[in-house]
């Protein structure tokens, strides 16, 4: 019985390599832990960066995002919480953030008061769902994702790789908004994105 | 903090809120909602992984090692300079409570002009707060307990959140964390809770225009003004 226990609660620990590697940062201020990181998702955030089609956006800024972000990763290592999301995850938020404050700061004379990521301050509290309906979750969106209608893909990219919001969507693809939005959110029902509050808490009971 | 908000944002604006691509006034409403509401928290985690998921996927060509060693460079630096610097002392003011959302209290603090409470009515205060955006007022209103507000139709969109407290409309009763999207024909008459005084975050894009007969004559007096 004991040996059960363990076994469960060892698969629920996160064990992707990268967020061992981020926890270490955090922990240990570990440098070739860092420089994996950096070989790894240094790439990634590049190309995110070259997918933004934001007014405003040039080529030169691809290079400063990655630095900017990866910078920010070691200073924030600290607070990752591989309880609550993959380091994947927490560095595409780091990335998301920079990229609307390099943005801002660029295109804004007025002093801005909050930075992007005081948006996303999150209250101390335990893991809002538990670890393994998490990576299931994320097993079934990696499936989903590949599986998506042509259009609905379409959407989700041009939302969240080139930063357009749905009315500038909705104009480039010519759609009215109405079908961007419809769109997207048949898109999160077939990734079972988004679960009803009502069954939620039934989901909560049940546990 | 508490999961008992029944209204919520709508999933494009969560969506949206994930992606980034929300004006600077809606964020801010959307995160003081996701302060006090577990359920949107949760679906944001989600929302977040399929921005992550696609970065991810995303095809890669190799980096210069020498941005690397740069930013080894200014790490070592970083170090060197954040054993020494002390802590940033926190100027509190009157109007920020540790109940509310941090992007609030940030917002009332960091004002150099500190905000202050403005009579709009009998029952109503009001205190604009400076976001650095053109487009809607944000602002923080107080209703007093039981106090009545005029009855009102929206010229632009608001959205509102319950910091504290509760309020009431001819739709419904809204308390803490409560998100509400008004638009242009939702008329209304919001009424403070008899219980205590009731303070709201809201971002108007366009004054409210007050439905009495003689309301006309006011409407006049009613501007927004975003900072």
Known sequence: MTGRVNALQSSVKRSDQWSVLLTCVGENRDRSAFAALFKHYAPLIKSFAQASRHEGWFPGLNEDLVQEVMIKVWQKAAGYNPEKASATTWIYTVARNCRIDMLRRKSNTQHLPLENEDYWHEPDEETPTSLLQQKRSEEKLRESLSQLPREQDEILRKVYLEGKSHAEASKELGLPLGTVKSRVRLALQKMQILVPAEFQDELAHEQ | ?227
């Not at chain 2, 919520?8 to 929300?22: Q, R, V």
């Not at chain 2, 996701?34 to 060509?61: I, N, P, W, Y």
């Not at chain 2, 006011?218 to 501007?223: G, H, Q, T």
């Open chain 2, 1 to 227: 903090m508490n999961n008992k908000t029944r209204h919520h944002p709508d999933t494009s604006m969560l969506l949206e809120f994930s992606a980034g691509t929300l004006d600077t006034a809606a964020s801010i409403c959307v995160s003081a909602h996701l302060h006090f509401c577990a359920h949107c928290r949760d679906s944001l985690l989600r929302l977040d992984q399929v921005g992550s998921k696609l970065m991810e996927d995303a095809e890669t060509q190799p980096m210069d090692d020498a941005l690397l060693e740069n930013v080894m460079q200014q790490i070592d630096r970083l170090d060197d300079v954040s054993d020494a610097a002390p802590a940033k002392p926190t100027t509190a003011t009157k109007m920020a409570e540790a109940d509310y959302p941090p992007s609030v209290n940030k917002l009332i603090e960091a004002d150099d002009k500190p905000p202050r409470w403005r009579r709009l009515s009998g029952s109503v205060d009001m205190a604009r707060l400076k976001t650095g955006q053109n487009d809607f007022e944000v602002a923080l209103h107080r209703i007093c307990a039981g106090g009545k507000t005029p009855k009102h139709d929206h010229g632009g969109l608001e959205y509102t959140v319950v910091l504290k407290g509760s309020f009431s409309d001819e739709r419904a009763v809204y308390s803490e964390g409560d998100f509400i999207l008004r638009k242009p024909g939702d008329t209304h008459q919001p009424m403070g809770a008899q219980n205590g005084e009731c303070i709201c975050l809201s971002a108007q894009s366009a004054p409210i225009k007050l439905t009495s007969p003689w309301g006309f004559l006011m409407n006049n007096w009613l501007r927004i003004s975003p900072r």
